[in-house]
């Protein structure tokens, strides 16, 4: 659902957590998730009888002394049925996701498996940078909704967006006059290293074999251009997979 802010409750003791969860669920575009960390059963007591609160993350050590299954009972006497619970030990009827797991793409996708009718999946976050304005406006129709694209028209503008922003994801041309591809990639991994694995090459000049090894030695995949719609989804799956990186 667009441009819709669905609350969430973080319960748990660890402040560390909260602020892990808050990271990764930041505003997208229009649509957000508002996280309210409930560190106490009162506090828990008072927050889901708010009509907005359909879900809870509840750190499976419990709180207040009660063990996860007690919290998850409260939780449901009170409304609030879509849970995820975090940490290796499984309560029944909730989604179980590992602390080692923990990173946007999972924490979503454990999100909507326990979602209640109105509960948002946010878009992947993809930087799309090539200095052709025809591909600046076609590979965001083809990726459609499911994607939140941002664009740069070369690399050198991309590491400006990116000091400010953050993405899931970078699909970049290598050949650009405003900065490469290769520049664009060698800034990233030292400056933005969650990026690394989630970089793509596209090129439609396939004799620039120096450029191909390079990106080929840092395992990165290349898209040859005029790109199908199929493959650039399937591959951006992919590479947006779970476990993505905290950010």
């Known amino acids: 659902m667009r441009g819709a802010t669905s609350e969430v409750m973080l319960v748990g003791h660890d402040p560390t957590i909260y602020l892990a969860v808050s990271t990764l669920l930041e505003k997208t575009d229009a649509d957000a998730w508002r996280v309210h960390w409930t560190p106490s059963l009162d506090q828990l007591d008072m927050l889901a009888h708010r009509d907005a609160v359909r879900w809870a993350i509840l750190d499976d050590r419990g709180v207040d002394g009660a063990p996860p299954e007690r919290v998850v009972e409260l939780l449901r006497d009170r409304g609030v049925h879509g849970i995820v619970v975090l940490g290796s030990s499984p309560v029944p009827g909730c989604v179980p996701l590992e602390r080692a797991h923990l990173a946007r793409t999972s924490l979503l996708q454990a999100l909507f498996d326990a979602r209640g009718p109105r509960a948002p999946l946010l878009p992947i976050r993809v930087l799309v940078v090539d200095d052709d304005p025809i591909s600046l406006a076609t590979i965001p129709a083809m990726l459609g909704a499911d994607y939140a ?23 970049s041309d290598i050949v650009m006059a405003e900065g490469s591809g290769i520049d664009l990639y060698e800034w990233v991994a030292m400056e933005r290293p969650q990026l690394r694995e989630r970089f793509v090459l596209m090129t439609g000049h396939p004799r620039h ?39």
Do not use: N, Y
Request: aromatic share 4%.
């Open 149 to 171: 694209c941002a664009t740069a028209p070369g690399g050198h503008a991309a590491i400006d967006w990116l000091e400010e922003k953050a993405a899931d994801c970078v699909l």
């Open 209 to 247: 074999t120096q450029a191909a090894r390079l990106f080929a030695r840092a395992s990165l995949p290349i898209l040859h251009k005029p790109l199908q719609t199929a493959s650039l989804r399937e591959l951006l799956e992919r590479v947006c997979a779970p476990p993505l990186l905290v950010r």
